[in-house]
């Protein structure tokens, strides 16, 4: 007969599923926010977010949590039906209830202050291109995030970086990081150079011209999200300014905009948030009200968008089998619509300025530059009066280019005005390990790739399903990759790729 | 110098000011849950509104309430800016509280139980025409209601009836509402005989026919809300199975449903829904943070949708000006599309058995019916077993007409199922305060009549911005419409309505 599962442990479901449904309910909020609601309701929608997570925060922080999470780990876990999620569900609360503590009230409340004020000012800024005038606030914002980083590297255990990095990749460590970066570092450059030169010899190839009725897209969108398996009882595609995959596990809600110009850059990033919203959908239905039962990361997010939108959705097989629909689909045709040309319009590769624009070849670049520099920041050792500069030195050395402003510069990004510090990197871990992934998922299941080529997505995501969507936060991002590719992360199946791409298959 | 607000009242602003983000966000929710959500997430979004309730139901019985109230009802009021109003939110709060505290935990949980089970087991019924079916789970959930009926009258100080209508329509008695009814059921079937002696005389008016494509209809519905003054900055239209306006005074969410055959009922139901918005987006901005700050009733509520729906938007004025608009918008013409037939098909009368598909006339006796016989089943002076039988011959002796089977007769709308018992005599209520509010309203501001021809809106609502909207719940519903019509409600103006436009004017 199988153990009853703690007393304390079931105290902490039940807490845990209740703080769940608020985290639900926020980002139901958040995504009525960015695609529904009118302008005139931000005051209001700001208090309702903000009174949710201060219920949250207090649920989160109770007094008798501590108690109830000790007795829960110290309790007999033998003969208790799914004990090792459990205990995992216990790591991730204990985690949880680590960022949530580490930090004073007043310094909560002054970081969120201070990341509102910011990033107002940003906007205006950016559009001036004027770095000094969000300077003073940017460097307010940096001393609370140092502060912060201080408090929750104390209550973790870990140096600065790693301790704002755990908020995003559990676990991560920037040490690693140097190392998987140091190593694109000495490959890239190079590459890049040769990539250039072959693409400059074969020539630009002609894009496909619009107009390209909003509708018209928009079902293409859906069908496409169709094909790749999203199931739509379970979510919805809207309209946002700025696309992201939000809502809930089982009520994923995913955004694009259209440009009737280009219905690339829309598809694409459709195909890109389904990446995301498959990972949602996959998650293991039992644990969804529990931490453990939430994605592992956001290295590991973003390795499902890039796996659909970069490994799969450029690719020759895909593509061979997706343009005919695209021609049929608009009723067009002509040397544009050409698979090869669309392929080939696809991994166009330049060194450009601005990294929601890269490519998958230099947009690494960006991320390394945006990792170093934060990392100075964070550690004192670069002032923020002289971000620009090292801004353009760093993309120079890496990229070869130097923007001409600071908009096209470290005003670009939205994350450090907001906020966001230690994100930047999980963007490169993403693309690295959607390579590593994409290569085992072809070795363990050889007909994924003539399924892909017949636009059948079905049996790369069950093999998605099983090794990684199924087992949400049970295993650590390093352990979950271990067991789904026979290693940890390295840079070698990324740069193969983009070897064999970009290349070798060019 | 003004006096300070006292501390306690400033500790329950501020409570309230979190109930009220509370409140929004399950508005919000709810809307969302209606117009936006993809069917499978229903499981986890009832759970979200359940947490998110309980945390209200939590922060409304918090222990220190009681004291903090009695403190700030006992405080120095002299000299405090809008004491008035604080006074009254102090006595909104105390109502609020009483209703959230009369009912043990047990009980509230049992009824939610009870109420979702019925309602589960009504959608079969219905469809089956199967009273039988239900009446079990209806008495359950009876019993539950009489009960919830005792503790809050017991708390209130109310009798049982007016102890249920109190949730609804704070300070309603069925004392009043039995004289009010008693008069209009003298008036009403001999009435309607005149009047249906009247239309078979002149002939069924023909009826534009489609069809009207739901895009065209969507515009001319949102060109129409704009002409009635409803502000898109703060609102929204969108599409659900059941029209409702929902959302908050800051971001009112209002719905129709389109049919292509017939533009009338999706556009008066626009019509009808911005009356509600209307009120919601009049509120005082300073106090839609707090009890009294919110609107009236049900009755006033209702009064503003049925002015614009019946009042306004039937009579010989507007219309004379609306439909060429609406000729134009479809690029239609023809006998259906005169203004005066058009009038005729809006106005027509007719013995039926729906409620919601009932005419001006006839409301009533739906509404009656019902009130008379959910009274009697909370007194205990009907059995639930009884109750189609009793509904035929009430139906009979007031609108001549029985209905074949239950689905046409007890089973057709939602309310007792789902709990909503003393609703109903709200929607009649409504209608003859609107029918008092309009006359008030051309008496005071005679520019009123005028503009509505040439449909302009904003003169009237100017006139109910300022006598209704803006006073929120200030006042009683009674001192409110003595203050904007120089009488407590009677039936006086709905008859003299319903005789010029059913029978003088015809």
């Known amino acids: 007969m199988p153990s009853p599962i703690p007393p304390a442990a079931a105290a902490l479901l039940e807490r845990f599923g209740r703080l769940s449904a608020l985290e639900d309910a926020l980002s139901i909020l958040q995504w009525d926010r960015a695609a529904m609601m009118p302008e005139g309701a931000a005051p209001e929608r700001a208090t309702q977010l903000a009174v949710l997570?201060?219920?949250?925060?207090?649920?989160?922080?109770?007094?008798?949590?501590p108690d109830l999470l000790a007795a829960a780990e110290a309790a007999a876990w033998e003969g208790v039906p799914d004990a090792v999620w459990h205990q995992a569900n216990l790591a991730e609360i204990r985690r949880r209830h680590a960022h949530?503590?580490?930090?004073?009230?007043?310094?909560?409340?002054?970081?969120?202050h201070a990341s509102s004020t910011c990033e107002a000012i940003w906007r205006g800024a950016r559009q001036d291109s004027d770095f000094k005038a969000v300077q003073p606030a940017l460097e307010?914002?940096?001393?609370?995030?140092?502060?912060?980083?201080?408090?929750?590297?104390?209550?973790?255990?870990?140096?600065?970086?790693?301790?704002?990095?755990?908020?995003?990749?559990?676990?991560?460590?920037?040490?690693?990081?140097?190392?998987?970066?140091?190593?694109?570092?000495t490959f890239l450059p190079a590459?890049?150079?040769?990539?250039?030169?072959?693409?400059?010899r074969v020539g630009a190839p002609p894009r496909p011209q619009g107009p390209f009725p909003r509708a018209l897209q928009e079902s293409l969108g859906r069908a496409t999200m169709a094909q790749m398996g999203f199931d739509?009882?379970?979510?919805?595609?809207?309209?946002?300014?700025?696309?992201?995959?939000?809502?809930?596990?089982?009520?994923?809600?995913?955004t694009t905009r259209y440009d009737e110009e280009d219905f690339l850059s829309a598809l694409f990033g459709v195909i890109h948030e389904t990446g995301h919203a498959l990972y949602e959908q996959?998650?293991?239905?039992a644990w969804r009200t529990q931490p453990v039962g939430r994605a592992r990361g956001m290295s590991m997010h973003e390795s499902q968008s890039l796996l659909w939108e970069m490994q799969v959705g450029r690719s020759r097989a895909w593509l061979a089998h997706a343009v005919p629909l695209w021609r049929a689909h608009f009723g067009r045709s002509g040397p544009a619509w050409e698979v090869d040309a669309v392929r080939r319009a696809v991994t166009r590769v330049e060194r450009g300025f601005i990294r929601v624009e890269a490519d998958e070849v230099t947009y690494p670049a960006h991320v390394i530059v945006r990792t170093r520099l934060e990392r100075a920041l964070i550690a004192g050792d670069l002032a923020v009066a002289d971000l620009p500069g090292a801004w353009g030195d760093l993309m120079e050395r890496l990229l070869g280019v130097r923007p001409p402003d600071d908009r096209r510069g470290c005003l670009q990004d939205i994350h450090w005005y907001d906020g966001a510090w230690g994100y930047f990197p999980t963007y490169t871990l993403g693309a690295m390990t959607a390579a590593q992934l994409f290569s085992a998922a072809q070795e363990a299941e050889p007909g994924i790739p003539a399924a892909?080529?017949?636009?059948?997505?079905?049996?790369?995501l069950d093999w998605l399903r099983?090794?990684?969507?199924?087992?949400?936060s049970v295993l650590s991002t390093d352990a979950l990759l271990t067991e789904a590719t026979g290693r940890p992360l390295d840079a070698a199946v990324f740069k193969a790729h983009l070897r064999r791409r970009y290349l070798d298959e060019a």
């Open 232 to 254: 739509f009882r379970h979510g919805r595609l809207d309209v946002s300014t700025h696309p992201f995959c939000g809502g809930t596990p089982g009520d994923v809600r995913l």
């Open 140 to 185: 307010t914002l940096l001393g609370l995030v140092r502060q912060s980083a201080e408090a929750k590297a104390a209550a973790l255990g870990t140096g600065l970086y790693d301790a704002l990095l755990d908020e995003y990749e559990p676990g991560g460590s920037i040490a690693r990081i140097d190392a998987l970066f140091a190593d694109l570092e």
């Open 452 to 460: 892909l080529a017949e636009g059948d997505g079905r049996p790369l």
């Open 466 to 472: 099983r090794m990684v969507h199924a087992r949400a």
């Open 100 to 112: 949530a503590t580490a930090l004073p009230r007043a310094l909560v409340e002054a970081l969120s």
């Open 53 to 65: 997570s201060g219920l949250h925060h207090e649920l989160l922080t109770a007094p008798d949590l």
């Open 282 to 285: 996959g998650l293991p239905e």
């Open 191 to 200: 590459f890049l150079d040769e990539v250039l030169a072959h693409q400059a």
